[in-house]
Nanobody, 124 residues
């Protein structure tokens, strides 16, 4: 069973940057899974942020982060990243990584494997 652990969250001023990492420990190679990032702000439902296919060849972003965030992965090291630039207070949330066998399922964000999340707080 895959286990995911996020890191890299913290407190940053608006306009700043953070880089989140998701480390996978699994009996199966992470390279066989599509992966994604989701976030949940207080009082709101969890929402899709970005997704990437197992090869890294295809990515997708929510409209709210497009052009500011970049998702990437290093299958050799079982790592996935989210580079977040030009951060805004509305980006404040707990960020979760997700791994699924199918890219289409990552986009739905309703199953697969999840980490426990890392807090990102953007001050104005």
């Amino acid at each position: 069973q895959a286990r995911l652990e996020e890191s890299g969250g913290g407190l940053v001023q608006a306009g700043g940057s953070l880089r989140l990492s998701c480390k996978a420990s699994s009996p199966n190679p992470l390279s066989t899974y599509a992966m994604g990032w989701f976030r949940q702000a207080p009082g709101k439902e969890r929402e899709f942020v970005a997704a990437i296919t197992w090869s890294g060849g295809t990515t997708k972003y929510s409209d709210s982060v497009k052009g500011r965030f970049t998702i990437s992965r290093d299958n050799d090291k079982n790592l996935m990243f989210l580079q977040m630039n030009s951060l805004k207070p509305e980006d404040t949330a707990v960020y979760y990584c997700n791994a699924e066998e199918a890219y289409a399922l990552v986009l739905k964000g309703i199953g697969g494997y999840w980490g426990r999340g890392t807090q990102v707080t953007v001050s104005s």
